[in-house]
């Protein structure tokens, strides 16, 4: 967990938003009173720790009840919040956001001006807004990691911005959306299209009402978010061509499990564009992938084509996302030395990832 870079003493976490994703991040959290969260907060509620419970006692309240259990939240809490606890410490910003993103900009400034670093899985406001919210950061010598935004468990951000960030990238393709993947995939194996909307709900791969998936665009602001780490520029969302999973094409998806085949939703991203189209593959094709996994090819100038895939939608996938951003931060505040390099095999293909060093995605 992020510790001071003078000692070895937790900085503070303040988790803002208590959905099921962040109730994931928090179960890997140490949850007693000496652990790093100090403060969450919900669309109503605060809940200070440890003066008013431990996490473990919030986790509990609020799969059972619904609430925290703190007090009412007022309009000036997080910016009350950050100034009173020590920094630097972190938010983990994971409300969601409105469609432009706007909403969840003042709390990412509210933590850059209380010497605070970011962390988020909220894709809206680093899809429309990255060079604003990079400046902020810069200017208040802060970090904003945001790896969980795109592949959930797969490093593929993390991948683009440190092993290949010279290998000079030509073209990303993508199963960026794990829960169109799981719904294509359902419904190639025959379950009805409602059913399997439903089980997506209820393993958290979508939300109550899964129309930013399905519309498509959940898979275009990340990959605009894919754009601007792997090319160094802003790509508008809404200029980028969309799948819609309506009646048609969730026709045509059992139509392609009816002869063993089946249908996904492949987003490319290359210099200055991006598109989804829908694919139909033989079954064991590197993109047949079971459940709501995620895949990425990369290919490059210098280094080959890359191949990353795994888990890439629901709160544990996010989780570990996030997660991983956190141990990032430890990383980067300890004195700089040499560490060796791992190579590991990923999916047959060789892939070099170093641990503890590299570039912050976002920073």
Do not use: Y
Request: with cysteine; net charge positive; proline share 8%.
């Amino acid at each position: 967990m992020p510790t001071d870079p003078a000692g070895s003493s937790p900085r503070p976490i303040v988790l803002l938003g208590f959905g099921a994703v962040a109730r994931a991040l928090s179960r890997r959290l140490p949850a007693g009173r000496d652990g790093p969260v100090r403060a969450v907060l919900d669309s109503r509620e605060l809940l200070r720790l440890p003066e008013e419970g431990v996490l473990a006692q919030a986790l509990r309240r609020r799969e059972r009840s619904g609430r925290l259990g703190g007090r009412p939240r007022r309009p000036d809490d997080l910016e009350t919040l950050l100034a009173d606890l020590p920094a630097p410490g972190v938010l983990v910003a994971l409300t969601g956001s409105s469609e432009d993103g706007s909403a969840g900009r003042p709390a990412f400034r509210a933590a850059f001006r209380a010497g605070w670093d970011v962390v988020t899985a909220d894709k809206r406001p680093i899809a429309r807004h990255l060079p604003e919210l990079r400046a902020e950061a810069a200017r208040a010598g802060r970090a904003l990691r945001f790896g969980a935004t795109v592949g959930g468990a797969v490093p593929v951000l993390e991948t683009l911005a440190g092993p290949l960030a010279g290998a000079g990238v030509e073209r990303i393709e993508g199963i960026v959306s794990g829960s169109v993947q799981f719904l294509l995939g359902a419904l190639a194996a025959g379950v009805p299209a409602a059913e399997a909307r439903r089980e997506a709900v209820r393993r958290g791969l979508t939300e109550r009402d899964p129309v930013r998936d399905l519309d498509g665009s959940d898979a275009a602001v990340k990959a605009a978010i894919l754009h601007a780490v792997a090319f160094g520029a802003p790509l508008n969302p809404d200029r980028i061509d969309r799948i819609t999973v309506d009646p048609a094409v969730e026709a045509r998806a059992r139509a392609a499990g009816r002869i063993g085949r089946r249908l996904v939703a492949v987003t490319r991203v290359v210099p200055g564009a991006a598109a989804s189209e829908l694919r139909e593959i033989p079954r064991g094709s590197r993109w047949d992938l079971p459940g709501a996994s995620n895949a990425f090819c990369v290919s490059t100038r210098f280094a080959g084509v890359h191949w990353l895939a795994g888990p890439g939608a629901g709160p544990e996938a996010t989780a570990s996302g996030l997660l991983g951003d956190l141990v990032g931060l430890v990383a980067d505040s300890r004195p700089p030395r040499r560490r060796p390099a791992v190579v590991v095999g990923l999916h047959g293909e060789a892939s070099r990832l170093r641990r503890g060093e590299g570039p912050a995605v976002g920073a």
